[in-house]
């Protein structure tokens, strides 16, 4: 299994809290990328990062940021956290760029709970 | 906008026999396509990856194969057994998009 951790693996939060998942990767992948998945939508495209400190928005960006200090670690924070935004969180790494087809790995999650 | 549809509703199967899993995808004419399985509590697994013009691809007892034409992957699991219970989504990576997935439940 491809090096992923994401921490926390479960929280439970109250509406308007700030709050950060960490995916951390031993792979020393350059590409990261941060889904969430909701029942009827599938995996969804948050950010993700083609390098250190380099970073871009995917299809549900709004109401979420992102930083990527080291190669191996990729944050993704709620400034202020809503209902809407409870969901699985997933991180993903691939070697390469995705024009170049190669599969992505994942870790096991997050699951957040906003009450 | 891109989008791929995949059944929604479960695919119940006796061991044995050969479930075959559906992927349509709209507006977009990709040169790959790939397929991954997600158990219960876990992240995606990576299982093929199909270049448009291969139509037919293999490894084990999985068998995937892609037409262009009717913009549709077919996933197969031959022999199909319990272990192969699981959620199987398909995904345009160059895209970054995926599906929702098609829950297969393969009873003995």
């Known amino acids: 299994d491809a090096g992923i951790t994401q921490s926390p693996r479960h929280k439970v939060t109250e509406t308007g809290t700030p709050v950060t998942l960490r995916c951390h990767q031993t792979?020393?992948?350059?590409?990261m990328y941060w889904y969430r998945q909701d029942p009827g939508h599938g995996l969804r495209l948050i950010h993700y990062s083609y390098g250190v400190k380099d970073t871009d928005k995917g299809e549900v960006s709004d109401g979420y940021s992102v930083s990527r200090s080291k190669t191996e670690d990729f944050l993704l924070t709620l400034e202020s956290a809503t209902s809407s935004q409870t969901s699985v969180y997933f991180c993903?790494?691939?070697?390469?760029?995705?024009?170049?087809?190669?599969?992505?790995?994942f870790g096991d999650g997050t699951r957040l709970s906003i009450l | 906008s891109q989008k791929i549809e995949q059944n929604s509703e479960a695919l119940n199967i006796q061991e044995g026999k050969t479930a075959t899993l559906t992927c349509n995808y709209t507006n977009y004419s990709p040169a790959y396509l790939q397929w991954y399985r997600q158990d219960p509590g876990r992240g995606p697994v990576f299982l093929l990856l199909?270049?448009?013009?291969?139509k037919e691809k293999r490894k084990e007892r999985l068998k995937v194969t892609f037409d262009t034409t009717l913009k549709q992957s077919l996933f197969h699991i031959t022999a199909s057994q319990p272990a192969d219970s699981a959620t199987y989504l398909c995904a345009l990576t160059d895209k970054l998009i995926f599906g929702t997935g098609t829950r297969l439940q393969v009873f003995p």
């Open positions: 792979e020393n992948h350059r590409y």
């Open positions: 993903a790494i691939s070697d390469t760029d995705r024009a170049t087809n190669q599969p992505q790995h």
């Open positions: 199909i270049r448009e013009n291969e």
